[in-house]
């Protein structure tokens, strides 16, 4: 007969649920990576919870305040490496006072505890003090990568800890944050005999650090990767780097003040010659054309160009993109205008991502910049274009249909038409049909802002037709409640949904009252919210956290800025005195 | 409507019917004949009463005071060479310097950020319609209406007085748009809007302030505005010499610009195109000389472009 039918009765008669030993499942679950992926298999039964908790490396926490690192130990009690967000994100923009919380260090006493061997924070928009950055060098003596990006509360003092401290140190990322920057000492601290660098991004700050001690590290990390230097990098010193360092994938240069002499000229080319490998090219600050060629030679294989603080003509950024056949990704500014996006169109076939900031954001008789043509120009020669981050002061509803006719792959479309509430400037109509347009169009769309005058049409086409929309940011647009519960009804994998000036109240918010377990988060500013409605969707809804934030002066039953968010830890206690949490119990 | 002084003349290009029709919607404006004392005090004898003929576009009752605030006035403008202002064939003739310059110097007033009045989309040459309030454009102070009782020669000249339609036109709605554009300071900025992160803002405040600091305050952010105006032609481009390596790319990119403003060219602003004529310079129709370009200094003196070594003219202009 077969294989012993008694043998197999018994093996399927047993009382797991897995056929397969743990260690066999763990193995293989610990080959997923994508934390999505691993919530998923969490969810399939008890032995596969078990199984992925425990091969779980790397834990992603998007809101620092929908659980606690006790919480997190105790289910998966062998991660090497943290990634915690904190603040919501119109805090970049100075909508949420500078107290609020996301403190890291109740992390850090934790994991203390819990992961000594922790080998990776990833903080954005986190408060780091002096004292964590000091507390995490100290106690963890494995640790190896730090990337701080928007994050507040540090100063230089902090980055000498860690610099001192961190033996293993591969990752020091610092990242357009708020630090308080005291001194450029800190990058002495590192100890002669440490050379384990891969990663060094110091262009945040501003003072000028020791070069030689700064020549010596490059020197003796023969592994550095990646290299982004701060403005007051000159030159000169740039030169000394890439000699020192010819493996570099990733360089943010320094300053491009012209002042070296025809021979430092011909050292600098000489340098970026040997840059065979670069990838992606950033800094540029205070780039001037009569320097830019030095890094023709470099930019054979660059991918990632970011230009977005270097002041460029359009012609000098077309020479520049002549350089770059494989150019993916772009970042510039809106000096060099249609043109220089004309530029891009006909330059950069391969382009998937572009972001055009603009220079000026804030002076309104500006009257440069970039309009609705570049965006058209791009797009026609840019077909595989599907990230686009876009500043300008004039758009067009036919513009933007064109647009994701020619590019219908867009994942993540960020228009922000400067003036608030501005109509198609040719029509004088609303931009609904474009922002229609772009929803019906790009069925792949992840990630959307939309900007102009806007009435509910635009939401209702965006509940219609945004079915795999995650992230939705507003402002100064719809007509009424219904515009928002268009989007609360619509959009089935929403997450993030972030408002801000429209006239959407208390009927809108409690329309979502289903829908916020299921998101991230809910922001909402400057809206006709009231205190009552919140106070009614932290009743009905206990699992949600529903914090307000008032004005100074406003009326006593204005919501000002409300913060909703689900969480399994209940209402936060570190809340300042500023925010209000509402409790439903 | 303004006087109109006889011994104008310019190429009638344009000028006559079409400014006409100007005029008449700019009358009820008194800043259409606002007055640049300096110009006027530039003029050479053959010069006409600026005051009256220019043609200015500003919120209405405006005094124009921008011209007096951008020192110094530079700028360039494309001249027949051998101009004789007094001639009365309809071209400008005779030595630029007697050129009126007051008048000429209708451009290049090199933009300064702040110039709310300038209203500058983009640098598309195509006719612009103000009428969506996003245009303006500072036409030279021109003669134009003179044109139309000077104006003689070989009948392509009348073809070329009567081209292209008025572009400018000021209506309530350029108003708006002044009003919009020079009502910053009033406007209060709106928090976190447009939504750039710290970080941005401030790297890029303090890099706007060295920028202005090397251009001598006048461009905003790296780019240098100077209106160009063409002799006759109907209305005025503005260039951003920065976008220029060398004298030869600047007036390459004029020539290219204005070319439709000579015979031959530009079927579609009805213009009688001419066979066989692929020229591209810029003639003089009467005279058969080329356009130079010529731009107006600080003291007042007109200059022939070119003498100055291209990386200081900047700091000319």
Redesign the interface.
Known sequence: MGPNPKMRKEFFDSTRSSPFPDEVLERVLSLLKSHKDRSAVSLVCKDWYNAESWSRAHVFIGNCYSVSPEIVARRFPRVKSVTLKGKPR?S????VPENWGADVHPWLVVFAAKYPFLEELRLKRMAVSDESLEFLAINFPNFKVLSLL?CDGFSTDGLAAIATHCKNLTQLDIH???IDDKSGSWLSCFPENFTSLEVLNFA?LNTDVNFDALERLVSRCKSLKVLKASKSISLEHLQRLLVCAPQLIELGTGSLMPELTACQYAQLENAFNQLKNLSTLSGL??ASAPYLPVLYPACTNLTFLNL??A?????ELESLLCQCPHLRRLWVLD?V???GLEAVGSNCPLLEELRV????????????GV?E?GFLAVSYGCRRLHYVLY?CR?MTNAAVATIVQNCPDFTHFRL?I?N?GQPD??TNEPMDEAFGAVVRTCTKLQRLSVSGLLTDLTFEYIGQYAKNLETL?V??AGSSDRGMQCMLEGCPKLRKLEI??CPFGNAALLSGLEKYESMRSLWMSACNVTMNGCRLLAREMPRLNVEVMKDDGSDDSQADKVYVYRSVVGPRRDAPPCVLTLSGL | MSSIPKEHDYIGLSEAPSMEKISDKLSSSSSTLSTEENINSKSSSTSLNLKETELRLGLPGSQSPERKLILPAAGVSLFGKDIDTNSTNGYPLGPLKNLVSGVKRGFSDAIV????K???????GSEVDLG?G?ILFSPRGDNGNSQKSCVAGPAKKDDVAQSPKPVLEKNSQVAAANE???A?AA?A?????????????N??AS??V??NEDVEGKS????LYVKVSMDGAPYLRKV?L????NYLDLSSALEKMFSCFTIGQCGSHGLRGQDGLTESRLKDILHGSEYVLTYEDKDGDWMLVGDVPWEIEPYVF
């Open positions: 119109f970049d923009f100075n909508l928007s357009e944050n708020g945040n600050w205070e977005s603080y002041f460029l003509q359009s012609h000096t205008g249609d043109k900031f603009p220079a000026d954001p804030f002076d309104e008789e500006v009257i440069h309009t043509a500043f004039q922000c400067m608030p400037y040719v940011s402002a100064f801000r000036d | 950020g702040s110039s709310g300038w209203v500058f989309s983009g640098s598309n969506k996003a919009n554009s020079s910053p406007k900025q709106v928090v976190g809007w447009p939504p750039i992160r710290s970080f941005r803002k790297t890029m890099s706007l060295k920028n905003g952010y790296g780019c951003d920065k976008t220029y390596n």
